[in-house]
């Protein structure tokens, strides 16, 4: 597992006095009312301790120690957000922070092996994960679908019956 999880993306300098705006990657915006300091990187290389921060429709506005103006800013434009894993907002049970599926080996019920998890999409009511294997395909992240995930063994179950329902594969005839 990932020892830093990303929160969230700088989009822009938001005004002159150094301000960012930035897109949340996490369920709850409102986490980063309460952030310290967000690292620029996913080995914990560059803390930035957060001096403010405020949430506004979905977005959240960090003023950051060094950040001092919009040039600074504007050099942050697109740089991933960090926290360590133990500053990472909890989960409730069977939700799983996107950093630790991302590369799971996925199987069926009968164990053969359909791939690796690639990619999560938040769509909206569903997150919807792309399997990359001898056919790559994407699905909604059903309970029905999903019969176990293992985060410690980087292992994903997947009920074949469900997926012949709501799968997609990109090589359908």
């Not at 005004?15 to 990187?41: N, S, W």
């Not at 919009?70 to 942050?76: F, G, P, V």
């Amino acid at each position: 597992m990932k020892e830093y999880l990303m929160i969230g993306q700088v989009i822009k300098p938001q005004g002159v006095r150094g301000e960012i705006k930035v897109l949340p990657l996490t369920d709850d915006p409102e986490r980063f009312l309460d952030l310290a300091r967000v690292f620029l990187d996913e080995t914990g290389g560059e803390a930035l301790a957060v001096r403010a921060a405020r949430t506004r429709e979905g977005y959240a506005y960090l003023s950051l120690a060094g950040v001092e103006d919009r040039d600074a800013a504007e050099a942050l434009r697109g740089r991933e957000l960090f926290v360590p894993r133990a500053e990472a907002a909890p989960l409730p049970e069977g939700r799983y922070y996107i950093a630790d599926l991302i590369g799971m080996q996925v199987v069926d019920e009968a164990g053969r092996e359909l791939g690796r998890l690639a990619d999560v999409m938040q769509a909206g009511g569903n997150d919807v994960y792309e399997v990359r294997g001898k056919r790559t395909f994407r699905f909604p992240a059903l309970k029905r679908a999903l019969r176990a995930v293992d985060v410690e063994g980087a292992r994903m179950e997947l009920d074949s019956a469900a997926l012949s329902e709501i799968a997609v594969y990109d090589d359908a005839d």
